[in-house]
């Protein structure tokens, strides 16, 4: 699992997010719209200026995914955190992305808007180049499929709100049928533009301050919320069998249309959610009394949330002892509404919740609803604990009238064998030396922390098997936690350099089997790209080549070696006209070949423009 979330930046930041029952909603930024501006009564104007967002949408690694600063700047940010997103949920997993190269892997991203192009299309015609191909919608999927060579099902679902949660479904049932093996499935969601938000106001569903109050009688709408998040899926067999690190277990799923069971496609229906719950828990074999915790839709809707509660109550709250009633809590309290992305919001923290046994609390709960029959029912006000083999249910609700429900259990926990004495070499590897040394730094506050809790074999075989090795190495050795740490901070020795330098040493054979364990993530070298936030310069090659290009260049570099393609190429057109004001002929510029060329060409252009 992986996720970019208002106030959390990983799963370990949200679930001690929710530990705490923290509400990270705050102002809207003035960089995404002037809300203040546009908070008014009736049509176009915006009930509340508070929501969820993530901080940093606009940083990127764009040498670590082989791109240049124009090409990341140009490209929706949606894309640009996506793809990091997969990397980590990749690292957490325990599969290295490249052993995963031209297999059938599928990729299922729930998602339902393009806020970034739309943005970009508003500005005119002039606008509308090339460039902008590469943010429609599609290329979501088709972004990660080709970054990591999958050549599975590649698919953006849209469904409204239950977006994720049914790329989740299509995934199980992809992978129950044999069609893939590994299945990445994410929800992303980045509002930077008011029209949906003024759209929702009006129609009255937006909370006037912010905050989703699911299941109180004081409920009056939802606050959108920035939300990336991604899982890793395998056949649960199949995970055992190579020592993954198994999260949770889907124990089945279904998705299911009010159809005409409701007065309009809009409204939700009592009838539509019953069934899908009836069928989720028939697919997973599952006694529904026997499900401990829900994580609701929960949109704190005065609409909605009587209908979901109600449904919960009839197929999961009956035939309970009252001593043990279904908890039923909405991440959206602490977060907001991540729309497309809040299903698989949802089902992270339901994972958390069974890896943690226990079920933090739903906030802005207030006076209960009076018009549902809280029998068998129960919002957790406290972090609440769960029997250690639990079955949680998650729910989603979208607009088009796709109910969509996922039934999870606790995973069973990985065998542990303890240290005997032996030292282990921990292998680090880093794209860059800035990266290496960031990665040292957390691997120690790691090893001192909560990688305590597993033993230094299993550390270092999961540091060197399951994680990719780029080129700037170190290697720390020991037979505790604490000499792993003390090896990290005095840096190498001849026994670890030949470690290092040893290509054939079988590292397979030298760990043996054994479980992936947590470490920690690849350190981003992120910065800043943002369209009208980069210097133009002076000379149209030399804006070309900083933006473009990769480094190690000189004058008899090929551009198309160096990075420079058609659509760079493209991109330099335009801003030629724009600068000079005179066309350009492109069959000029795309008979060029080496860097030397292109600076002798732009050097006449430029000539003759003044």
Same mark, same amino acid.
């Given at each position: 699992?992986? +996720?970019?979330? %208002?106030?959390?930046?990983?799963?370990?930041?949200?679930?001690?997010?929710?530990?705490?029952?923290?509400?990270?909603?705050?102002?809207?930024?003035?960089?995404?719209?002037?809300?203040?501006?546009?908070?008014?009564?009736?049509p176009?104007?915006?009930?509340?200026?508070?929501?969820? $967002?993530?901080?940093?949408?606009?940083?990127?690694?764009?040498?670590?995914?082989?791109?240049?600063?124009?090409?990341?700047?140009?490209?929706?940010?949606?894309?640009?955190?996506?793809?990091?997103c997969?990397?980590?949920?990749?690292?957490?997993?325990?599969?290295?992305?490249?052993?995963?190269?031209?297999?059938? #892997?599928?990729?299922?991203?729930?998602?339902?808007?393009?806020?970034?192009?739309e #943005?970009?299309?508003?500005?005119?015609?002039?606008?509308a180049?090339a460039?902008?191909? &590469?943010?429609?919608?599609?290329?979501?999927?088709?972004?990660?499929?080709?970054?990591?060579?999958?050549?599975?099902?590649?698919?953006?679902?849209?469904?409204? +709100?239950?977006?994720?949660?049914?790329?989740?479904?299509?995934?199980?049932?992809?992978?129950?049928?044999?069609?893939?093996?590994?299945?990445?499935?994410? &929800?992303?969601?980045?509002?930077?533009?008011?029209?949906?938000?003024?759209?929702?106001?009006?129609?009255? /569903?937006?909370?006037?301050?912010? !905050?989703?109050?699911? &299941?109180s009688?004081?409920?009056? &709408?939802? *606050?959108?919320?920035?939300?990336?998040?991604?899982?890793?899926?395998?056949p649960?067999?199949?995970?055992?069998?190579d020592?993954?690190?198994?999260?949770?277990?889907?124990?089945?799923? *279904?998705?299911?249309?009010d159809?005409?069971?409701?007065?309009?496609?809009?409204?939700?229906?009592?009838?539509g959610?019953?069934?899908?719950?009836?069928?989720? $828990?028939?697919? /997973?074999?599952?006694?529904?009394?026997?499900?401990?915790?829900?994580?609701?839709?929960?949109?704190?809707?005065?609409?909605?949330?009587?209908?979901?509660?109600?449904?919960?109550?009839?197929?999961?709250?009956?035939?309970?002892?009252?001593?043990?009633?279904?908890?039923?809590?909405?991440?959206?309290?602490?977060? @907001?509404?991540?729309?497309?992305?809040?299903?698989?919001v949802?089902?992270?923290?339901a994972?958390?919740?069974?890896?943690h046994?226990?079920?933090?609390?739903?906030?802005h709960?207030?006076?209960?609803?009076?018009?549902?029959?809280?029998?068998?029912?129960?919002?957790? !006000?406290?972090?609440?604990?769960?029997?250690?083999?639990?079955?949680?249910?998650?729910?989603?609700?979208?607009?088009?009238?796709?109910?969509?429900?996922?039934?999870?259990?606790?995973?069973e926990?990985?065998?542990?064998?303890?240290?005997?004495?032996?030292?282990?070499?921990?292998?680090?590897?880093?794209?860059?030396?800035?990266?290496?040394?960031?990665?040292?730094?957390? $691997?120690?506050?790691?090893?001192?922390? %909560?990688?305590?809790?597993?033993?230094?074999?299993?550390? +270092?075989?999961?540091?060197?098997?399951? !994680?990719?090795r780029?080129?700037?190495?170190?290697? *720390?050795?020991?037979?505790?936690?604490?000499e792993l740490?003390?090896?990290?901070? #005095?840096?190498?020795?001849?026994?670890?350099?030949r470690?290092?330098?040893?290509?054939?040493?079988?590292?397979?054979?030298?760990?043996?089997?054994?479980?992936?364990?947590?470490?920690?993530? $690849?350190?981003?070298?992120?910065r !800043? +790209?943002?369209?009208?936030e980069?210097?133009?310069?002076?000379?149209?090659?030399?804006?070309?080549?900083?933006?473009?290009?990769?480094?190690g260049?000189?004058?008899?570099?090929?551009?198309?070696?160096?990075?420079i393609?058609?659509l760079?190429?493209?991109?330099?057109?335009?801003?030629?006209?724009?600068?000079?004001?005179?066309?350009?002929?492109?069959?000029?510029?795309?008979?060029?070949?080496?860097? @030397?060329?292109?600076? /002798?060409?732009?050097?006449?252009?430029?000539?003759?423009?003044?």
């Amino acid at each position: 699992m992986s +996720c970019r979330l %208002p106030g959390a930046n990983s799963p370990d930041q949200l679930w001690e997010l929710l530990r705490r029952g923290v509400d990270a909603t705050s102002e809207t930024p003035a960089q995404r719209y002037d809300a203040p501006a546009l908070r008014a009564t009736g049509p176009g104007g915006l009930a509340g200026s508070r929501a969820g $967002y993530v901080d940093g949408i606009a940083d990127f690694d764009a040498d670590f995914f082989a791109m240049s600063t124009a090409e990341a700047t140009a490209l929706d940010p949606q894309q640009r955190l996506l793809l990091m997103c997969a990397w980590e949920a990749f690292e957490d997993s325990g599969l290295v992305p490249a052993r995963l190269r031209g297999s059938r #892997t599928g990729v299922f991203v729930g998602n339902s808007r393009a806020d970034f192009l739309e #943005t970009a299309l508003q500005r005119g015609l002039s606008s509308a180049t090339a460039t902008q191909l &590469g943010n429609v919608r599609s290329l979501l999927s088709a972004r990660l499929s080709h970054f990591f060579d999958l050549r599975g099902p590649s698919v953006v679902v849209d469904t409204a +709100c239950s977006s994720a949660l049914t790329a989740v479904h299509q995934a199980v049932q992809s992978l129950r049928s044999g069609e893939i093996p590994v299945a990445v499935v994410a &929800g992303v969601n980045l509002p930077l533009r008011p029209d949906e938000a003024a759209m929702m106001s009006h129609a009255g /569903a937006m909370s006037a301050d912010g !905050r989703s109050r699911f &299941g109180s009688a004081e409920a009056d &709408g939802h *606050a959108p919320a920035d939300a990336v998040a991604v899982v890793v899926l395998k056949p649960l067999e199949t995970a055992l069998a190579d020592g993954d690190r198994v999260r949770a277990v889907i124990a089945g799923s *279904a998705v299911g249309n009010d159809g005409r069971s409701s007065d309009s496609v809009l409204n939700p229906s009592l009838d539509g959610q019953l069934d899908v719950l009836r069928w989720a $828990y028939r697919d /997973a074999r599952v006694e529904p009394s026997a499900v401990d915790f829900v994580e609701a839709h929960g949109s704190g809707s005065p609409l909605l949330d009587p209908l979901e509660l109600t449904a919960l109550g009839e197929v999961m709250g009956t035939s309970r002892s009252p001593r043990q009633p279904l908890l039923v809590g909405s991440v959206k309290s602490n977060l @907001g509404h991540a729309e497309a992305a809040g299903g698989l919001v949802g089902l992270i923290k339901a994972a958390l919740c069974l890896e943690h046994r226990q079920v933090p609390p739903s906030l802005h709960a207030g006076l209960p609803r009076t018009d549902v029959d809280w029998t068998g029912l129960s919002i957790p !006000r406290a972090l609440t604990d769960i029997p250690a083999r639990a079955i949680a249910g998650v729910s989603a609700q979208g607009s088009s009238a796709l109910n969509a429900h996922v039934v999870l259990r606790s995973a069973e926990p990985a065998p542990r064998t303890p240290d005997d004495g032996t030292r282990w070499p921990l292998v680090l590897s880093a794209r860059t030396p800035e990266a290496l040394a960031e990665l040292t730094r957390a $691997y120690a506050e790691h090893l001192a922390g %909560p990688g305590t809790a597993f033993p230094v074999r299993d550390l +270092c075989r999961s540091a060197a098997l399951r !994680r990719t090795r780029f080129e700037h190495q170190a290697v *720390a050795i020991g037979a505790t936690h604490r000499e792993l740490v003390q090896s990290l901070t #005095t840096g190498s020795t001849p026994e670890l350099d030949r470690f290092l330098g040893a290509e054939s040493v079988d590292r397979g054979g030298l760990f043996g089997p054994g479980p992936n364990v947590p470490l920690p993530t $690849y350190p981003w070298q992120a910065r !800043r +790209c943002w369209p009208g936030e980069e210097p133009a310069g002076d000379d149209p090659a030399e804006w070309l080549l900083g933006k473009h290009a990769r480094t190690g260049f000189d004058e008899d570099s090929a551009l198309a070696d160096i990075g420079i393609d058609s659509l760079a190429k493209l991109q330099l057109l335009v801003e030629l006209q724009q600068r000079t004001g005179h066309e350009v002929d492109p069959e000029q510029l795309a008979a060029l070949r080496t860097v @030397g060329q292109l600076h /002798a060409w732009a050097r006449e252009l430029m000539e003759v423009s003044r």
